[in-house]
């Protein structure tokens, strides 16, 4: 019995391997845009997830959105409580902590990139888990390819990766969904 679930957790453990490289080798060229800290190098990650939109809107449109983090929550339901300690705008700014609940976790947030209408990333640290979550706004003749990575570490992202492989990339699907949403509205409402 316990051979076979050793077995069994094995199994799982090297599919999920198999399909963090699938995922990096799809993500090109967007996971070399992006300057990922040497600790979160995706192929060295534990548990790694890439997603991208078309937004028929602007990049400053488009960031604007982004960086309004106390306004997640308000379209994002893998938002909670987020509050952006280092100012009263509710929005990132570079260097920019704050705190907020996501996937059942709170966490403490920094950013350590943020290059206005082109790229944000930020890091977030627990014990249990440590995550690089990094965004890029590349133009487009119809507007913006919204491009969201994060790349995690620590026993918690193991245990994601066996339990909830999808779970954070459908989160991220509709995070980006939203963001394509009111950007696009926005965007059409000054065209008017």
Not at 35 to 64: G, L, Q
Not at 67 to 85: F, L, R
Not at 176 to 183: D, H
Request: with cysteine; hydrophobic share 35%.
């Amino acid at each position: 019995m316990r051979n076979n679930l050793l077995l069994l957790t094995s199994i799982i453990l090297l599919s999920g391997c198999y399909s963090l490289k699938k995922t990096i080798t799809s993500a090109k060229p967007h996971v070399d845009a992006i300057e990922w800290p040497v600790a979160y190098k995706p192929v060295e990650s534990n548990f790694f997830v890439h997603n991208t939109i078309e937004i028929k809107a602007s990049p400053s449109t488009v960031w604007n959105i982004l960086i309004e983090a106390e306004q997640w929550p308000s379209y994002y339901s893998g938002a909670e409580n987020v509050k952006v300690s280092d100012n009263d705008t509710g929005r990132l700014q570079a260097n920019s902590v704050f705190t907020w609940k996501t996937m059942g976790l709170d966490f403490i947030s920094t950013v350590r990139e943020y290059k206005p209408n082109q790229s944000l990333s930020w890091e977030s640290n627990k014990k249990s888990i440590q995550g690089y979550h990094a965004w890029l706004l590349i133009p487009t003749d119809k507007g913006t390819l919204l491009v969201t990575e994060e790349a995690q570490h620590g026993w918690l992202s193991g245990m994601e990766k066996v339990f909830q492989p999808t779970k954070l990339r459908k989160l991220h699907d509709t995070w980006l969904l939203q963001i394509k949403n009111r950007s696009e509205q926005i965007d059409n409402t000054k065209a008017e």
